[in-house]
């Protein structure tokens, strides 16, 4: 492999990645004993100026949001996953001020360094693995949570990237979840009787998945299949020979970022919108096997052929039946403004809805009727003008006054609606308009 040189060694964005457990505990414990110093700084500046300082405005001070987005980008992995899977885009579970720290990390570009990179390809394809990609280029073309992409050339001459993980990330998710709870739970932000252990397990297993490139391969094999023939998209395709655990290789697909779309005539911004979302439903209520990671480098956009380019399909979860069904009774039941039938849903999902004619089973059907308002009307939703974040936010603030009625949402639930949440932020961002109600009626 090429040896990068000059600037390229000095860049800062090479991080070396903590391999060991006892390594990633010693970065978890730093990351724990600043923010905690950083409490006790805050704390002790609010009472000279005479306030009362509450756990969660001690903890939530900027310097402590760097600790943290610092310390988990730099860990990269679970710890660096597991916030954005527990994430609170749609308003599930974290406290607003913890997602704004954990969405720092969407943006973090740092990789590891030339030394980690060769001894993750030699493991992977042996000693000799240059002369089976041609052109490897250093430098990636994007880093993220559990691994980088780098560009490089097949033995058969074509363009190809390579997903390469990074190093320790499958050894250490079960620590690195359970320290990141521990995390969680001393810091105030999650009452003390909420039981996340379900949630937190099957974070586990998820990452789990995430983290084997041969069921991420057979995920892209069968999107691929079964979008073969629509025209509106464009996949890569996995090179199953070449495929280890740890690498993934796939044809190379150019495309613009997807918010390039906002350039467009309506019409298109329109189109483009109406079939990723046409596409999420699919993948509910047909295939029930959805995408679920909601972030916008997942989709590209090729502005000669207005196709959309679909990436990352490493955050792939099947869904059951049952939720699939239930959640079908869900959408029903908000089309037809039925209070009961859309807590009757809600309840089989797994969500705690309250005693019947209570003021907390009344906010939270609220908020299920305006997380679904797009697909109760017949028209063209106006996603740039809607205030739903905004109300929902409201909504979520009065519902965290009841913490007696707190409990883990279910786990489907939290995956879907990450990617429910992800989409509409798209739409909001493409100032689209789209027709959901329209959509979902075949499925209904």
């Known amino acids: 492999m090429a040896k990068g040189k000059g600037k390229q060694d000095k860049d800062d964005r090479h991080k070396a990645i903590p391999t060991s457990r006892v390594s990633r505990f010693g970065r978890m414990a730093r990351m724990a004993g600043g923010v905690a110093g950083g409490m006790l700084a805050e704390g002790t500046r609010q009472l000279r100026a005479g306030k009362r300082p509450k756990a969660r405005d001690m903890l939530m001070t900027p310097a402590n949001a760097r600790r943290v987005a610092d310390q988990l980008a730099t860990m990269r992995g679970a710890a660096m996953k597991v916030g954005q899977i527990l994430s609170m ?81 499958a050894a250490s998710i079960d620590s690195d979840v359970d320290n990141i709870a521990s995390l969680l739970r001393m810091s105030g932000l999650l009452p003390s009787d909420l039981d996340i252990k379900p949630l937190l397990e099957d974070a586990k297993r998820q990452l789990k998945d995430e983290a084997d490139y041969h069921k991420e391969a057979g995920f892209l094999r069968a999107f691929g299949e079964v979008l073969g023939d629509d025209e509106r998209f464009i996949l890569p395709e996995v090179l199953p020979e070449l495929t280890r655990q740890t690498v993934l290789p796939m044809t190379y697909v150019s495309g613009a970022p997807i918010d390039s779309v906002i350039d467009l005539p309506q019409a298109e911004r329109d189109r483009v919108m109406s079939a990723l979302v046409e596409l999420m439903l699919m993948e509910l209520f047909e295939l029930r096997m959805v995408q679920t990671d909601p972030n916008f480098a997942n989709y590209q956009y090729r502005r000669k052929t207005g196709e959309i380019v679909l990436l990352d399909f490493g955050a792939t979860r099947h869904f059951k039946a049952g939720f699939v069904n239930n959640y079908k009774r869900l959408a029903k039941a908000a089309i037809a403004g039925d209070r009961d039938r859309v807590a009757a849903a809600a309840e089989k999902l797994g969500y705690a809805v309250g005693d019947a004619d209570s003021e907390y089973r009344a906010l939270v059907l609220e908020l299920f009727l305006l997380a679904l308002e797009p697909l109760r009307f017949d028209e063209d939703y106006d996603f740039a003008a809607s205030d739903m974040a905004r109300n929902m936010s409201a909504l979520g603030e009065e519902i965290s006054n009841f913490r007696d009625f707190w409990q883990a949402p279910p786990t489907d639930a939290v995956y879907f609606h990450r990617k429910l949440g992800g989409m509409f932020m798209l739409a909001s961002r493409l100032k689209a308009r789209v027709n959901v109600h329209h959509l979902i009626q075949r499925w209904l």
Do not use: C, N
Request: charged share 25%; no cysteine.
């Open 89 to 169: 885009d749609t308003g599930d579970f974290l406290p607003r001020e913890l997602a704004d720290i954990l969405a720092r990390l969407r943006s973090d570009a740092r990789y590891m360094p030339p030394a980690q990179l060769e001894k993750v390809m030699t493991e992977a394809y042996g000693e000799d693995w240059e002369s089976l990609f041609y052109g490897f280029e250093q430098t990636p073309l994007a880093a993220a949570s559990i691994g980088q992409v780098h560009r490089a050339t097949s033995p058969d001459g074509r363009h190809i990237v390579l997903k390469v993980q990074y190093p320790g990330v």
